[in-house]
C-alpha cells in the first residue's frame, strides 16, 4: 500500500507532491531536529515529513500570511468551507466577472481567503505576480470549480494543517534565505527546493547563478545536514550547475514524467536529483512510469499544476 501523502490548501507550480516518498526516505531526521525549509513554496515536503519543530520561510508574503491566519486560527477549516461556499456561488453566478473582481479586491487587500480562492479558481492553479506586487493570473473558466466536493477536499487540506499546528513547534516566516539559513545550526536539518535555473520566473521567483552560488556559501557555513532539490536533466537539456556549483555533494536521481498540456505527445519524461552533504541512505535510481496532472515542466512559461 502506497503511503497517503497529505496535499496543500495552496498549491505551488513545481509541487514535489509525487516526489514525497523518495525525499523522506533520504532525509536524516529525528525527534529533536529542527526543520528548516528556506523555500517553502507549497510546503508537501515539510507537512508530509512532519517534523516536531520546524521553520518554513519563504520571500512570497502571501503563502507566509495564509499559513499564519492558520495558526493563529484568524482562518479555520469552517472558515474556509463557509467562504468557499459562499464566494464559489457568486462565481457560479457571475462567472469571469466576479473572478477579477476578487483578484482586484485581493490586490488591495490581500486577504488570505481571497488568496485561496484565487490560488483554485485561476489559470491552472498558478501564483504569479508582477513587478507592483499585483497577483495577476487569468480566470480559468470554471464558474463551478467549487462544488461540493472540491470545497469539501480544500477543507480537509486546511484541518490537516490545523491538527499539526496543535502538537507541532510550526513557524512560518517571510524573509530571504539568507535570513533563514543564519539560524541554522548542527541540530538542525536544511531541505532546499529554490527556483530551477531555467524555468519561468515571476516578481516573487527570479533565480540566477549568482543566487545559487550565494546559496551554496551560506549552506558550507551552517554546518549541519542539508538536502538540495533540482533539476539534473531531459531529453534536451542537462543542468550544467550540478557540476559547476554542486560538485561535492553526494547525488541520487529519480525519473518521472513532466507534461505541458493534455496531449500524450507533450509529456516528457524529466530526471531530478537530490544533492546532499552526507552519504545517501538510498543508492538505487527509482522511476515513476506514471504521468499525472500534479507535473509540469520546469521550463514551461505558462502552465502550471492543476489540483
Not at 513547534?169 to 543564519?182: A, N
Not at 557555513?221 to 550540478?242: A, C, G, P, V
Not at 525519473?255 to 538510498?282: C, D, I, Q, W
Amino acid at each position: 500500500m502506497s503511503e497517503k501523502i497529505y496535499i496543500p490548501p495552496i498549491k505551488i507550480q513545481g509541487i514535489k507532491t509525487k516526489l514525497v516518498p523518495f525525499i523522506k526516505q533520504n532525509v536524516i531526521l529525528n525527534s529533536d531536529t529542527v526543520w528548516i525549509e528556506p523555500f517553502m513554496g507549497s510546503g508537501v515536503v515539510g507537512f508530509n515529513t512532519a517534523p516536531n519543530k520546524a521553520v518554513f520561510a519563504d520571500i512570497n508574503p502571501c503563502i507566509i500570511d495564509f499559513y499564519n491566519a492558520v495558526k493563529s486560527k484568524t482562518i479555520t477549516s469552517n472558515i474556509v468551507k463557509e467562504f468557499l461556499e459562499c464566494e464559489g456561488k457568486k462565481l457560479s453566478e457571475k462567472d469571469d466577472e466576479y473572478y477579477y473582481e476578487v483578484r482586484e479586491r485581493f490586490n488591495k487587500n490581500k486577504n488570505p481567503l481571497d488568496f485561496l480562492f484565487l490560488n483554485r479558481s485561476c489559470f491552472n492553479g498558478m501564483i504569479r505576480f508582477n513587478k507592483k506586487n499585483c497577483f495577476n493570473v487569468p480566470y480559468g473558466h470554471k464558474p463551478q470549480r467549487f462544488a461540493k466536493a472540491y470545497i469539501t477536499k480544500i477543507t480537509n487540506q486546511v484541518r490537516y494543517i490545523e491538527e499539526q499546528l496543535m502538537y507541532k513547534d510550526w513557524t512560518f516566516q517571510c524573509q530571504p534565505f539568507q535570513k533563514t539559513l543564519e539560524n541554522a545550526d548542527k541540530d538542525s536539518f536544511i531541505y532546499c527546493d529554490p527556483p530551477y535555473i531555467g524555468r519561468h520566473v515571476d516578481y516573487y521567483d527570479n533565480w540566477e547563478e549568482c543566487d545559487e552560488l550565494l546559496l551554496k556559501e551560506h549552506l558550507l557555513s551552517s554546518d549541519t545536514k542539508f538536502m538540495l532539490s533540482t533539476w539534473d536533466h531531459n531529453q534536451y537539456r542537462t543542468n550544467e550547475y550540478i557540476d559547476h556549483i554542486w560538485s561535492f555533494c553526494h547525488k541520487i536521481n529519480i525519473e518521472h514524467f513532466y507534461h505541458v498540456g493534455a496531449k500524450e505527445a507533450n509529456r516528457n519524461p524529466m530526471t531530478e536529483a537530490l544533492l546532499t552533504n552526507y552519504s545517501l541512505p538510498t543508492h538505487k535510481k527509482i522511476t515513476n512510469d506514471s504521468p499525472t496532472n500534479e507535473q509540469i515542466s520546469f521550463f514551461s512559461t505558462d502552465l502550471a499544476i492543476n489540483l
